[in-house]
């Protein structure tokens, strides 16, 4: 992304997250962003072109926020990944996961669909690498995924829950090496 579809994305991507995927008409998309009509389609060419700028801004602002100030890979970062969401859920008001509200507000979309994907694809890959361990990759997904799903309800118990059990995890590894 050029940097003024990298601004029009930003504003996209608020809109969408204070008016959800399935209100808000172009015109008022248009207006949320402060550009022209014009300037608008000629970098998002249609509404699902505009969902998936906002996608991709949005995938690249999180996969950047959860890298930074990471640990060495191990079980501190793994740990750490689960405070960076709880302060991601904290900025974001414990709102469900972006990515599922856009595909389940465009189910027939396989644009939209492979998106979702993707973005999933790659926290699993960077879950991966963050705790040193592949086999750990789905766990702390499902676990990421959990707390984002249920973060509205409980908070930080939802992250200190996640942390716990990645201790868990990473203890009963150990155990089974050493033995």
Same mark, same amino acid.
């Given at each position: 992304?050029? #940097?003024?579809?990298?601004?029009?994305?930003?504003?996209?991507?608020?809109?969408?997250?204070?008016?959800?995927?399935?209100?808000? *008409?172009?015109?008022?998309?248009?207006?949320?962003?402060?550009?022209?009509?014009?300037?608008?389609?000629?970098?998002?060419?249609?509404?699902?072109?505009?969902?998936?700028?906002?996608?991709?801004?949005?995938?690249?602002?999180?996969?950047?926020?959860?890298?930074?100030?990471?640990?060495?890979?191990?079980?501190?970062?793994?740990?750490?990944?689960?405070?960076?969401?709880?302060?991601?859920?904290?900025?974001?008001?414990?709102?469900?996961?972006?990515?599922?509200?856009?595909?389940?507000?465009?189910?027939? *979309?396989?644009?939209?669909?492979?998106?979702?994907?993707?973005?999933?694809? #790659?926290?699993?890959?960077?879950?991966?690498?963050?705790?040193?361990? #592949?086999?750990?990759? *789905?766990?702390?997904?499902?676990?990421?995924?959990?707390?984002?799903?249920?973060?509205?309800?409980?908070?930080?118990?939802?992250?200190?829950?996640?942390?716990?059990?990645?201790?868990?995890?990473?203890?009963?590894?150990? #155990?089974?090496?050493?033995?």
């Amino acid at each position: 992304m050029d #940097e003024a579809q990298k601004q029009i994305a930003a504003g996209l991507e608020q809109v969408f997250w204070s008016r959800g995927f399935a209100e808000p *008409s172009v015109p008022e998309l248009r207006a949320g962003v402060g550009v022209s009509m014009r300037t608008l389609y000629r970098h998002f060419p249609s509404r699902e072109a505009m969902i998936l700028g906002a996608l991709e801004y949005r995938h690249q602002r999180y996969l950047k926020y959860v890298r930074e100030g990471v640990s060495t890979p191990g079980q501190a970062a793994a740990e750490q990944l689960f405070d960076k969401l709880g302060g991601w859920m904290r900025m974001t008001k414990g709102k469900e996961c972006f990515f599922r509200q856009a595909l389940a507000a465009n189910p027939d *979309s396989s644009e939209i669909e492979a998106t979702v994907k993707r973005h999933k694809g #790659e926290l699993l890959d960077f879950f991966g690498e963050l705790s040193g361990q #592949e086999q750990f990759a *789905s766990t702390l997904y499902m676990l990421h995924e959990g707390v984002t799903a249920c973060y509205a309800e409980m908070g930080e118990t939802a992250v200190e829950d996640a942390k716990a059990l990645v201790r868990q995890m990473f203890k009963t590894a150990n #155990e089974r090496q050493f033995s």
